[in-house]
Nanobody, 120 residues
Framework: VQLQAYGGGLVQPGGSLSLSCAAS????????MGWYRQAPGKQRELVAS???????NYADSVKGRFTISRNNAKNTIYLQMNSLTVEDTAVYYC???????????????WGQGTQVTVSS
């Protein structure tokens, strides 16, 4: 199982960026996927998550600015980030709680990080 993240980059404060993450491999079912971020000197924190049924959860700091969505057929999640601030600068990591098909087992998987830098 692999998680491949796309997107990120450099944007000015107030701007927008989008991220996507695709899960591939021997997947039986995806329970939950989400985005975490880690800024320099800080712990990794949850940004947003979405269940297979579409229920979402957001960090208070991003509510109203970020939107997570999901395409179950493509095992892909998206994060639309608007009104970005310098405090959003971090490495963003994709995460999935899923059931691998062969062998059948549940596990947590991480994608490679993608840098988001908000700077003027």
């Amino acid at each position: 199982v692999q998680l491949q993240a796309y997107g990120g980059g450099l944007v000015q404060p107030g701007g927008s960026l989008s991220l996507s993450c695709a899960a591939s491999g021997s997947i039986f079912s995806i329970i939950d996927m989400g985005w975490y971020r880690q800024a320099p000197g800080k712990q990794r924190e949850l940004v947003a998550s979405i269940t297979n049924g579409g229920s979402t959860n957001y960090a208070d700091s991003v509510k109203g600015r970020f939107t997570i969505s999901r395409n179950n057929a493509k095992n892909t999640i998206y994060l639309q980030m608007n009104s970005l601030t310098v405090e959003d600068t971090a490495v963003y990591y994709c995460n999935a709680d899923l059931i691998q098909a062969r062998p059948l087992r549940r596990g947590e998987y991480w994608g490679q990080g993608t840098q988001v830098t908000v700077s003027s």
